[in-house]
Nanobody
Framework: QVVESGGGLVQPGESLRLSCAVSGSPLDYYAIGWFRQAPGKEREGVSCMLHSDGSTYYRDSVKGRFTISRDGAKNTVYLQMNSLKPEDTGVYYC????????????????????????WGQGTQVTVSS
């Protein structure tokens, strides 16, 4: 199971932290990814982290502003979003690669998983003045 939280309405330049709580038995997944979907646009990958070594990927538009991290004891992955811009607005989703479909490659790419992968319900992030 994958559950996101932490969205909200902020002004440009402000920050938000999203959380993704992962549960399951066994808790064995390849990666956790964050995705977003703006109104009228396709879902896109934002950032991901490999479970094995914590290595990461960021899309270019969020590099230097967003940070993905984890708390292993809580089985939770975070997305710290700083210097938010209106174009960051959208529904943010978390997904876990329990099926080892390898849609996250650290430093290289993040593909949008198939609909039958393990997705959270999404959380709205709105950046507006």
């Amino acid at each position: 199971q994958v559950v996101e939280s932490g969205g909200g309405l902020v002004q440009p330049g402000e920050s938000l932290r999203l959380s993704c709580a992962v549960s399951g038995s066994p808790l064995d997944y390849y990666a956790i990814g964050w995705f977003r979907q703006a109104p009228g646009k396709e879902r896109e990958g934002v950032s991901c982290m490999l479970h094995s070594d914590g290595s990461t990927y960021y899309r270019d538009s969020v590099k230097g502003r967003f940070t993905i991290s984890r708390d292993g004891a809580k089985n939770t992955v975070y997305l710290q979003m700083n210097s938010l811009k209106p174009e960051d607005t959208g529904v943010y989703y978390c997904a876990a690669d329990f099926l080892y479909r390898l849609w996250c490659e650290s430093g290289a790419y993040l593909q949008v998983p198939a609909s039958d992968d393990y997705w959270g319900q999404g959380t709205q992030v709105t950046v507006s003045s």
